[in-house]
Structures are given as C-alpha cells and as structure tokens.
C-alpha cells in the first residue's frame, strides 16, 4: 500500500471525511504545541528568575489584572469551543448514516469478515465497493466485540453481539485498504484483518457479475419466513393470522401491550425474533415462540432485510442484480452458518436464558408473558 498523504506517517485520505478527520487532529496537535511551549518555558523562566535569594523573604503584593484574566479566559473558551464544534460536525457526519446509501452486511466472528452483498455475493476479509458511491454497513458478531476499522476512510465503529451498529464512508478513490479489527477479541485479534477494494462503477459491475451471487439478503429471508422457519403461518394475512401485520410496519412506531411505543426498526425486529415475548405487539398474544440458537446472525440479517423489503426499504444495491439460486451457493450458505451454531462458543450473556433475557427490553414489558 502506497502512503500518498500529505504526512508521510498517515495512512492515505480515501473517503469524504478523511480530511476533516485529519484536519481536526493537527488542529488538536498545534493546540497542543502552542500551549505545551510557553507553559515550559515560563516555567523555567519564572524559576530561575524568581528563585530564592534569602530566607523568609516577603513578597510583595499584587493585583490582579483584568485584562490578563479576560484574555486568558477567551482564548481557551474560544480554542475549547473550536475543538466541540469541529469535533461534533466530525462525529454526526460519520455516525448518521445517508438514506441514500448503498447497503452491506457485516458479520464478524472469531476471526473473520463475513461480507454479504445486497445482490447476494459473499466474501470472506475483503469487500469490494464502488468509488463515489455511499456505502452503509449493517454489522453484527457471532460472538464477540470487535470493531471495523479501515484507516484510509478514517472510520471505525464496534461490531456488538445481539445488535446492530452501522458504519458508512465514500471511497473517494480507487485502490487497496486496509481493514482491522480495532477490538481485542482473543488469540487471533491481530489476525482478522483483510482489505477493501475501491474500484470504479464499471471494474465494480464486472467483479459482482463475475462472482455467482448466492440468495440475496431479501431471497434468503424470505425463504425462511415462508418455508424453512414457518413465519408466514402466522404473520401472513387472511383468517389465519395470529402475528403482528409485518407490511408497511418498517420505520412506524409499534404499540406494545402495556402502552409503550416503539420504532419498528432493524433493532427491534431483531429482538423480536429472539425474544418475541419482551416487546408484544398491542392486541396480539404472547404466543410466538423464540428463535434464539435456531438462526445465524446472517439468517437474522436476512429476515430483517425480507420485513423491511415488506415496507418497501431496501438497501440499493450495486449493479447487475443477480437472483440465481445455484446449488454451490446453497452449500456455501449452509457451510458458513453450521461453525456459527456448533463450534461458536456461546457468551453468557447471549446464552439460552429465555425470553426476558434482552438487556433492552423495558422492565415492565419482561413480566409480560
Ligand atoms: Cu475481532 Cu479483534
């Protein structure tokens, strides 16, 4: 990887925000710097100047300045305030994701990337996306903290167990980045690295053609809402219906048996699956039952892309959409999803431990079974 930074130490300025970051640092560094000299040296100028001649010596007295403690209080609330600002502006840029952004989902695991497309492709420590094109990553773990961290685009964001965190960048050119796991998460942690490949649209639409998409989030969703997991029997309309209508449900707020609301949103689908009887929807009984250790967190990606798309949400995706359900895609699905529910060690704190067990879930919504 070539440094092309106006610092030689820096990593390259690759996103939209790279400079801010950068910029917000060096204004931290010369803050630093201005204040750190002159402290110095009129410490060593005062003690020599002022140091003890005779014992017992009195001083003699001062007053005060108004003038000197005016300038010394504006300029620090002036310097402090630039910090708060420049840093806040910095923070909610890279931590309010755009609507507009193409989606990915990120699983981390002991001591991977699992990458998957919205078309459907995989891969496994390597993303590839397109230059000038906003990205947004939905992540999750299998099993503990990590972090994605990818210094060219100056961002990172923890990858937490039992929930969703989202990070977002534009690649501003192409070529070759690192990525890190910024998190201590046992023997391999130095380990679960890989890259992400900016490329142009066009080098980006012939590398997703060329690689067989397997079922996209929505397809692998589907299917196991309407087959394999049996949601539909359910939730699907007609007088069969005995779940909460999951169409148009997506970004509405939710009234809860007990009279709180909640946003439908990915979070709380998600908890709805695994813990169906925290958070009951108004006028429906607490008869789902859980799906907790019966689906990988890849499974759940999928289902909670399927509900969204029910509302009309999806993540626009990258060029050639690609449907086919080849039979060595479905070996590569059921591969990467038997470690995750055999050979991950479980946490205590996302063991079996029934349905109250979310650390979110309201108080009083828990006592509802
Ligand atoms: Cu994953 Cu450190």
């Not at 529910?341 to 828990?366: H, I, L, V």
């Amino acid at each position: 990887m070539q440094y092309t930074s106006w610092v030689p130490i820096f990593p390259e300025q690759a996103s939209t925000f790279a400079w801010q970051v950068d910029l917000l640092y060096f204004y931290l560094i010369a803050v630093s710097i201005a204040f750190s000299i002159p402290i110095v040296a009129a410490i060593i100028f005062f003690g020599l100047k002022y140091k003890e001649r005779e014992k017992y010596a009195t001083p003699d007295e001062l007053h005060g300045s108004i003038v000197l403690e005016t300038t010394w209080s504006i300029i620090p609330f002036v310097v402090s305030m630039t910090i708060f600002l420049g840093g806040a502006y910095v923070y909610f840029e890279q931590y309010t994701p755009p609507t507009d952004a193409m989606e990915i989902y990120v699983v981390g695991k002991q001591w991977m990337w699992k990458m998957q497309h919205g078309t459907g492709q995989r891969e496994i420590n390597e993303l590839h996306v397109p230059v000038g094109r906003k990205i947004k990553l939905t992540m999750t773990t299998e099993d503990v903290l990590h972090d994605f961290f990818v210094p060219a685009f100056r961002t990172k964001a923890d990858v937490v167990p039992g929930r969703y965190t989202y990070l977002w960048f534009e690649a501003t050119k192409p070529g070759k980045y690192h990525l890190f796991c910024a998190e201590y998460c046992g023997l391999n942690h130095s380990g679960m690295g890989g890259w992400v490949y900016v490329m142009e649209q066009k080098d980006f639409d012939n590398w997703l053609a060329g690689n067989t998409s397997g079922q996209t989030p929505v397809e692998l969703g589907k299917d196991l809402f309407q087959n394999k997991l049996g949601c539909a029997s359910c939730h699907a309309g007609g007088p069969q219906q005995r779940g909460a209508k999951l169409e148009g449900i997506y970004g509405k707020e939710v009234k809860l048996v007990g009279g709180q609301t909640v946003v439908a949103d990915d979070q709380y689908i998600r908890n709805s699956i695994l813990n169906p009887a925290s958070q009951v929807v108004e006028g429906y009984q607490p008869i789902m039952p859980t799906f907790k250790g019966q689906v990988t967190d890849e499974q759940l990606n999928g289902l909670v892309a399927y509900i969204k798309s029910l509302s009309g949400v999806t993540g626009t995706t990258g060029g050639t959409t690609g449907t086919s359900l080849s039979a060595s895609n479905t070996a590569t699905n059921s591969a990467s999803s038997l470690p995750s529910n055999t050979m991950t060690p479980r946490r205590a704190d996302r063991g079996n431990s029934g349905p109250g067990s979310n650390p979110n879930a309201p108080a009083a919504a828990n006592s509802n079974r």
